[in-house]
């Protein structure tokens, strides 16, 4: 159960993206902000391209970092992670006890998701922990022509989607997924390119 | 010849950092920034651990970027890179036709780097390009009992002073400089730590 809480104009916020696909092992960045403003730290690990270690891993990188007890959000690009490594948003937040907002630039396809994961292996519990991730939510920040996406887990949906929106400082998505994606692939590619 | 020019709030700096010593090749890491507040791009590359590439090659990154012509100012943190890798801010001037602010939180010892120096192949190249870098002025940021040391090329003191005190934004450091480190480190040791 999700309770409502106090929210900062300078809420402590770890946004966690993925690099480019160019080998095995995947680079994942998370970007520690102070409200939409500060990077205040970087977290960074790896997981496998197409594998199951996604939320073990992010698990592992949030509870080892001295940003840990600060946390008071973390936000994701999406559910999938290095291809289609599924992110377990529930054991992620419970094993955190950190608030979990998923980020979609668009509504996701379920129907072409759940297609490719045929074509791997423990498509079971991938497609559970897709189901998992629970209702979606459209959510306008300041472009009001490019909504985006939410689920969300640990917080209901008013209070993520006012976090949501106070962090979108720079773009229609939050700064400090905005800046995960700039380093991660900015650091593999050699420069950075793209949206998150 | 430095020319006086317009500065604006919201001036294009890449500041460049190394990351830790951890092995024969050194992450280095850019960060374009819009005033001293919005992150627009990361770029990296690796130069050689006390080798004698670090100007060639943060040249041809500058150079290589989609950013390139928005570059108003290089921010360097200090002249040697990865170890004892000297950068040449004549020459990395010369070739991109950028300013270039060199900055230090601590006057440079230059009795011990020249001892550092006897230690290492090029030793005369290597003092060459540090007594080429010039002139050492002090500079005072946000915290006035800790000012920073700064040299330059292609820009006056003057000039150079405000740039550094207007991007200084969240500490007495500039913040291109400031989340360059937070990346280089982040990403190479899996969590920030230190200071630029």
């Not at 007890?69 to 994701?76: A, D, E, G, S, T």
């Amino acid at each position: 159960v999700s309770r409502r809480f106090h929210i900062k104009d300078e809420i402590r916020i770890l946004g966690i993206d993925d690099s480019a696909l160019t080998g095995e092992k995947i680079l994942i960045v998370g970007a520690f902000f102070r409200g939409g403003i500060w990077l205040d730290g970087v977290l960074s690990s790896y997981i496998t391209r197409d594998g199951m270690d996604g939320t073990g891993t992010i698990i592992s990188m949030v509870k080892a970092s001295k940003h840990y007890p600060q946390v008071r959000v973390i936000m994701l690009d999406g559910i999938t992670y290095g291809g289609f490594n599924p992110i377990d948003i529930r054991l992620l937040h419970g094993s955190t006890g950190i608030p979990v907002i998923v980020l979609m630039r668009k509504y996701p396809d379920l129907e072409m998701i759940a297609k490719a994961v045929t074509n791997l292996p423990h498509e079971k519990e991938r497609m559970d922990i897709f189901k998992r991730a629970g209702d979606i939510m459209e959510v306008c920040t300041a472009d009001p022509l490019n909504p985006v996406y939410i689920q969300c887990c640990g917080i209901n949906f008013r209070d993520a989607a006012r976090i949501v929106r106070s962090s979108s400082t720079r773009s229609n998505i939050p700064e400090p997924l905005r800046v995960a994606h700039l380093i991660a692939t900015g650091i593999i590619l050699g420069e950075s390119r793209g949206k998150a």
